[in-house]
Every structure is written in C-alpha cells, then in structure tokens.
Nanobody, 124 residues
Framework: QVQLVESGGGLVQAGGSLRLSCLASGRTFSNYIMGWFRQAPGKEREFVAVISRRGDSTRYADSVKGRFTISRDNAKNTVYLQMNSLKPEDTAVHYC?????????????????WGQGTQVTVSS
C-alpha cells in the first residue's frame, strides 16, 4: 500500500506559477512510476505528466508541454509538478498517482494508488 499526499495548490493569476508536491509513504518510493493527473469541473480526469522510477524519462500531455515540468526526489519520497505560464483552463483538482508498470505511458488505468488531490485555480 502506498499513501500519497499532495500539497501546493492554490489561487494564482494567469501567467503565474505554482509548484505541486506529492509525498509518498508506505512502500519503496523508487519502485513506482509517478504521475500527475487533473480533473476540471464537469470533465473527466485527464493525464498531465508522468516520470520513470529513476526520473530519467518523462512524458507530458500536449496541453502542458513546455509549461509544466515533472521531477522527483527519491531520497525525499516526493514527486513535484512545476507549473509555469498558467492558464485559466489549467483550473482543476490535481492528483498524483503511483504505478508499478514497466513503461512511462501515462495510462490512467495502470495507476493503482491515488492521492486526495489539491485544487489549482487560475484566474484570468
């Protein structure tokens, strides 16, 4: 069992930045591929970014590519999502998730463990 707790969400103006953190506990963090997903009101949950176990491979949704950066610190059991140039359409609850698959696909169905989410609101 892996427990995930997100933090760092908040209200920011368009063009601003936020850094989300996700602290993991319960199992060996470096055994898990980590991902960030988000769900806006009235919409389905969608993939944002994913990072390999050692942090040497990443993948992003087209909508955030060039603006968001996923990273991890295995010594701190933490994965981060640096979000720059935020847009109102980035407003959503952002979730981190963990899976023990073999590839950095970002397929939501493969993620076994989920945090409770942190709200990101971008005003225009």
């Amino acid at each position: 069992q892996v427990q995930l707790v997100e933090s760092g969400g908040g209200l920011v103006q368009a063009g601003g930045s936020l850094r989300l953190s996700c602290l993991a506990s319960g199992r060996t963090f470096s055994n898990y591929i980590m991902g960030w997903f988000r769900q806006a009101p009235g919409k389905e949950r969608e993939f944002v970014a994913v990072i390999s176990r050692r942090g040497d491979s990443t993948r992003y949704a087209d909508s955030v590519k060039g603006r968001f950066t996923i990273s991890r610190d295995n010594a701190k059991n933490t994965v981060y999502l640096q979000m720059n140039s935020l847009k109102p359409e980035d407003t959503a609850v952002h979730y981190c998730a963990a899976e023990r698959g073999l590839s950095v696909s970002g397929d939501m169905r493969l993620f076994d463990y989920w945090g409770q989410g942190t709200q990101v609101t971008v005003s225009s």
